[in-house]
């Protein structure tokens, strides 16, 4: 017996969702920043990485980069706050330069991860229409 997937599958040109998608992946990531010290709050990694699987799961290879990088930028800004005590107090740059620095080096770095949860999507052929029988 065939389930019909057609609702599963993202409509080509649509893209109601994503910013509640995006929202949704931004804070997997924060929560996955909590997972590590001085929190060590560890399920909350388990539960991120299964949340951002959930939302990329139907998701076409665009539309799973972008997930992929709002999940980065989430977890990698909130996890690089450090580098902020380190620019604006010890090496005194202005407190917006410093907040700026860190949040360039999060999105470029969350490129990485777009690329990567993109590659994934193409691979298993997401959003791909099936052939037809």
């Known amino acids: 017996m065939r389930l019909p997937l057609a609702a599963a599958r993202p409509v080509p ?3 109601s969702g994503a910013p509640a998608q995006w929202l949704l992946a ?3 990531g924060i ?3 909590a997972s590590f010290a001085p ?3 560890w399920p909350l990694q388990i539960l991120s990485l299964a949340g951002l699987a959930a939302l990329a799961r139907s998701a076409g290879p665009r539309a799973a980069a972008a997930l992929g990088w709002w999940f980065a930028f989430g977890w990698l800004a909130s996890g ?3 580098l902020y005590i380190s620019m ?3 090496g005194g740059m202005p407190a917006p330069l410093a907040v700026l620095a860190v949040l360039l ?3 470029a770095l969350a490129l990485y991860y ?3 949860l993109g590659a994934w999507a193409r691979w298993r052929g997401a959003g791909s229409r099936p052939a037809r029988s």
Do not use: P
């Open 13 to 15: 040109g649509e893209r």
């Open 26 to 28: 931004l804070l997997a």
């Open 31 to 33: 929560a996955h920043t």
């Open 39 to 41: 929190l060590e709050a």
């Open 80 to 82: 690089m706050w450090w």
């Open 88 to 90: 604006h107090r010890y």
């Open 105 to 107: 080096l999060a999105a």
């Open 114 to 116: 777009a690329l990567a």
